[in-house]
């Protein structure tokens, strides 16, 4: 199974370190603050794929997409 950084690399996104800290978040809740366009929309798409993901790859014992 490939990696998110992988996915990430095939679409042509590359976040930033404080967006990347925010997709790779997993311990508890996250409060994302930020302006318009500043990409929080991308960010939750992104760490929702992640999180399916990684419970998919749990699940299936690492066999995937």
Do not use: C
């Amino acid at each position: 199974m490939q990696s998110i950084e992988y996915y990430w690399k095939k679409t042509g996104f590359e976040p930033n370190t404080a967006q990347r800290n925010a997709i790779l978040h997993n311990a508890g809740p996250l409060f994302l603050t930020a302006g318009p366009g500043s990409g929080k929309t991308q960010d939750l798409a992104s760490m929702s794929i992640g999180t399916v993901h990684s419970l998919y790859s749990v699940s299936t014992g690492g066999v995937g997409v």
